[in-house]
């Protein structure tokens, strides 16, 4: 496609439930981030995909957090047993390598209530 | 790892007033900057960057900024703004797999 899509752009999960984020990145693009942003906040690093690897995952902010990218394209990024705390718009961004240029998507709002 | 400070959050400001938006980060290793920004309702996108030679780089819009080495700062500045230029402005930095982002500056731009 022509840039970044995430779905769905809004999700609102009761606490405790799993949800799944999606991502598309741009077509040939092998870099590809997950990134948060709390209100107020600027977005906050989660991991880094290079190719079908998670290169980077130390910003994940506990094991209930997971992500894969099995095919080197499409991303999911996996929550389990939601907390309210997890409240947040998860941004996507790809690019075509780690130090160049990144495209963000718009983002999947979720709201745990 | 890499960290970015922005300063002044929130900004208002008439038309045809000039804005500057100072930015501030820290990394050990060789740096490339740049600046997003997030117009209401839309997704990021790049302002400009920095990766090396000129320090004076010019992206959209009008919108230019200075990366000053000694200082550790990439300011960016618009002469004279539009009602358009209403957004969230963020500083980031890559590094270690990464882009550290600020937290952003909120810009009003009053008709």
């Known amino acids: 496609g022509a840039g970044v899509s995430q779905t769905p752009s809004n999700k609102v999960t009761e606490k405790g439930k799993y949800v799944e984020l999606r991502c598309d990145p741009i077509s040939g693009h092998t870099a590809l981030y997950w990134y948060r942003q709390s209100l107020g906040q600027g977005p906050e690093f989660l991991i880094y995909f290079q190719g079908t690897g998670a290169a980077d995952d130390s910003g994940l902010p506990n094991d209930r957090f997971f992500a894969v990218r099995p095919e080197g394209s499409v991303s999911t990024l996996k929550i389990q047993r939601t907390e309210r705390g997890d409240s947040a718009v998860y941004l996507c961004?790809?690019?075509?390598?780690?130090?160049?240029?990144?495209?963000f998507g718009q983002g999947t709002r979720l709201t745990v209530v | 790892a890499q960290s970015v400070s922005q300063h002044n959050h929130h900004v208002i400001l008439s038309e045809a007033a000039s804005l500057e938006l100072g930015c501030n980060y820290s990394y050990g290793g060789t740096v490339n900057l740049f600046w997003y920004v997030q117009y209401p309702g839309q997704h990021l996108q790049l302002l400009l960057k920095?990766?090396?030679?000129?320090?004076l780089v010019k992206g959209i819009k009008g919108f230019e900024a200075e990366f000053i080495k000694s200082k550790f700062s990439f300011n960016l500045r618009k002469p004279s703004v539009q009602w358009s230029d209403t957004a969230e402005y963020f500083c980031a930095v890559s590094g270690n797999n990464r882009l550290a982002f600020g937290k952003g500056n909120q810009v009003v731009v009053i008709p």
């Open positions: 920095y990766f090396s030679g000129d320090p």
């Open positions: 961004a790809s690019s075509s390598g780690w130090n160049t240029e990144a495209f």
